[in-house]
């Protein structure tokens, strides 16, 4: 009989003869976790292995040297009829008259006392324990989606830059959040004529309060604050000029100044 | 010498069985019990034997019988307590004309049998929310021995900016990580930790890997853990597994991923993460691929929102319990460890023990480990399965050897292979040959 064993991992099926002669069969073994050709024959190869025919043997004794336990070794009478080393697998006490008892073992073959460990080495075949790897992990399994909670990838979430060129104390437009947005790094940029010569301020508003002032220093081109303003869904974000500083209007005209948002979403239950 | 030359042997050893009944904690209800001729015990390697036993009428011991009472079968000339098994079924001629008729027929199976009254039980107990549904003695397990795991290094923070959200100059790049913060991150304190510090090229090693734990207390409610990966990894919350992470050649730290559950219970939980540096194409000299883990973890303390206040743990530079806002010293690393942290087979064994222990399953039971366990990763659980059929999983996959001592409530567990001493290869067994024999029977299978 030729044993066939069908080994499917990450990307293909391998298949992995014993090299038996005669009716075919064929066994399917999963290696999901494996990512190479030569891991999976490498798989089959120990598993077609296990795949032997398996002698079982009874014994009924009149008498015996010992009382067997089982597990150990014993030499009886094997397929062949020549004798052979064995492990006791099982074995049955027959209580007769008188209360006499007689043990009758059942062996295993070496053959079928090598499948557990063969099976064994096969597992740790599949994923080595060089550097850490922990057999059997897979990271093939998707994420589940659980609804009303966040789960998956967070998308980021988009807050217009604010821009105002002709720098001077002015409100800016409104913005609305959509949803729970978390704004976790503000940035000024200043371009133009060249940086002003005085600190600048700029005021970030949620809702009409300042909560945030951030404060282009003079000769500057950019500064940054990190977070956070928090938004609930329906907060309205809007930006200001707050303050030139001892700069000089007219000199002002020729600079562009901008805010930038970087944001996260912000709320711990999702409707789906 | 062939089977059959010598029919009867020279010399001929005479053993007795002795029947005891015994209530389920042992008590002696009758001892010396008559027993009909024909009556049997048998002893299965890695399984629950049985017995089928007859008591005569008129017997001692006749009218004691009822399911859930032991049988103790002690064997004479030294031999001792051989086989104690639980009544499962009671067969009882209780009229007939012929009063010899009237006997008692109990049969069961080896007391290790008690094992299928007991259920794999989730690490964290019945009642405990999340809970896994399959039992993973490796990195996940919290009853892990994590106390000589050490502090993280950590690597810088996830944002850069001229000042920090308290006003202060944002603190000095610490190096490799700074400043590459994920898309969608909400944090703006989290910083990045590894095992180990980066090399000179401010890289860690192509597949070096970092296991991570902690302690977690929660109040009853929503828990959302943020995470992300230098390159690509898992994250574990009491023993299951919430995040598996991306498939290489895939990373996944240029994005914050989210692990929202609805309900968590409260007290401590453990939080595992186990990740891994990969390859960098077009990058042969492995320059500038540092590994990293970060995570943020939220409850909805004072509102539903991902705000500060409602922060319970983040990952970060250790500057100490008195700085909630800033610390992330309560994390602990493995780093590259010789083999994938896990347990021995005794020691998983135990674990469920103590689980169903607690629930009064299972009294007086005890684990003895014999031999030379190896600490392994790869036992696992179903949980709800019975701990009896779990037991034969164990032996069926090659992990260990088990069997229930016949005197006493002991479940002794050896490598796989181990009981008895077949495995040693004996160089004189006794042989079951020639004059001791009545018959030889072989089955083969294909």
Redesign the interface.
Known sequence: ?ETVVRVENTERFVDVSDGGTGWKRAVAWSATDVPTTDGATQIGAAAAATFG???????????????L???????????SGS?G?????????????????RVS?TF?SPDE?S??????AV?RIATG?A?????????????EL?T??????????SVPPWSQSWVDVKEGPLWRAED?T?V??T?VLCTGAGPPDDDVSVNVKVNGVTAVTVTLPQLATS??????L?L?AGFVLQVETASIGANDPADMTDLNLTVQF?A??????VDS | MGLGATRWPAVVTIRTVTVDLLDVNESTLESGVKIAPGGTYSEQLNDAGSFDVTIPYGAAGHDDVDVGILARFTVSGGIGVDFTGRVDQVDKVVASKDKARRQVRIQGRDWVSEWDDALVTPPMGIGSLPHTKIVRWDWTHPELDTSAWTEPVYLGSLFTADLDPLGAPAGPSPGAKDGWDPKGWPDTFTGWIWGDAVDGNDSHPVDDVCYFHLTLPTADGLLVPITTIDDTGQVAFDGAIIDAGQTPPAVQWTQAWASGMRAVTSGDHTVRVRAENRAVAGNPSNLGNPAAFAAVIYQPNVSELMEFDNVIARTGANTGASDDLTDGGQWRALHNPASPPGFDAPTAIQTQLDLVQADGFLPDWTVNAIGTHTVRDDITATVNDTLLSWLRQLAERGICDWRARPGERVLDVWPAGERGDFYTTPGSPPAWTGAHLSQVDVTRRR
């Open positions: 009989m025919v398996r002698d079982s043997v009874k014994v009924t004794a009149e008498d015996y040297p010992v009382w336990s089982l597990g150990d070794g014993h030499s009886t009478f094997t397929w004798t080393l064995q492990r006791a697998s099982a074995r049955t006490v027959e209580i007769g008259d008188g209360a006499v008892a073992p295993q006392q499948d557990a460990r063969i099976l064994l597992k324990l550097g850490g790897r922990s057999a059997g992990v897979s990271v093939s399994v998707p994420r659980s009303g909670v966040p789960s998956g990838a967070l998308q980021p979430v729970a978390v976790t790094k940035e500064f940054s604050i990190l977070g956070s928090v609930a970087t996260a979403p912000a709320a711990l239950r």
